[in-house]
């Protein structure tokens, strides 16, 4: 695993970043799935959710800074990710390949690039690239700020769905326990969910 030093980090522009198709991602990190993601892969792979989605507790990964991802279930506290199975990521094939591609979640399309806003809220917005991501892109790509601004901008907004949709079931199951019922399982977590998330476009 190779990190950059910060000189050598600051300097790449992101807008060009090329992704070389190594699988290192797929294999490196745990991705967070949101309903809208789910969705998709559901509609694209005509399989349960529980053949894709996987739960961890708040000890497995760190959400430092995204708490309220954690769905309350009657398992505990748990974040729905991207199943692995035999190293990686389920959908990886061949070490490189990826079977739901088109169906990728946004998470998956957008990295390693963040969209970093001014502290004073001033224009534009600048791409980085995650320090820590240990990524072997390339950055010779022709410059496609506006392409990956708008994929970004699309996973913040289905981001916040989801995060509502988690507040809204996690109220419930609040309200459960004050009634002195045990909270609800994953299943219908993920019938609640269906009932108000549409897939979303790429």
Avoid at 163 to 176: D, G, H, K, T
Wanted: hydrophobic share 35%; charged share 30%.
């Amino acid at each position: 695993m190779t990190f950059l030093t910060r000189l050598e980090h600051e300097q790449r522009d992101a807008s060009r970043f090329r992704c070389t198709g190594c699988g290192d991602c797929c294999r490196m990190h745990r991705v967070p799935v949101t309903a809208a993601d789910v969705a998709r892969l559901k509609e694209a792979t005509a399989e349960l959710e529980a053949a894709f989605v996987q739960w961890l507790a708040p000890d497995e990964i760190d959400m430092t800074g995204e708490p309220e991802s954690f769905v309350v279930l009657r398992e505990g506290r748990k974040l729905p990710v991207l199943a692995f199975r035999d190293g990686g990521c389920r959908f990886l094939e061949g070490g490189r390949h990826c079977t739901v591609y088109a169906a990728r979640p946004l998470c998956c399309r957008t990295f390693p690039i963040e969209l970093e806003s001014p502290d004073d809220g001033a224009m534009p917005r600048r791409l980085t690239v995650l320090q820590d991501a240990a990524c072997p892109g390339e950055f010779d790509a022709r410059p496609d700020h506006d392409g990956l601004s708008a994929r970004l901008d699309a996973r913040q907004r289905e981001l916040e769905e989801h995060v509502a949709l988690v507040a809204e079931w996690n109220r419930r199951q609040r309200r459960r326990g004050l009634a002195g019922k045990r909270p609800e399982g994953v299943e219908a977590f993920f019938r609640f969910v269906a009932s108000r998330a549409q897939p979303s476009a790429s």
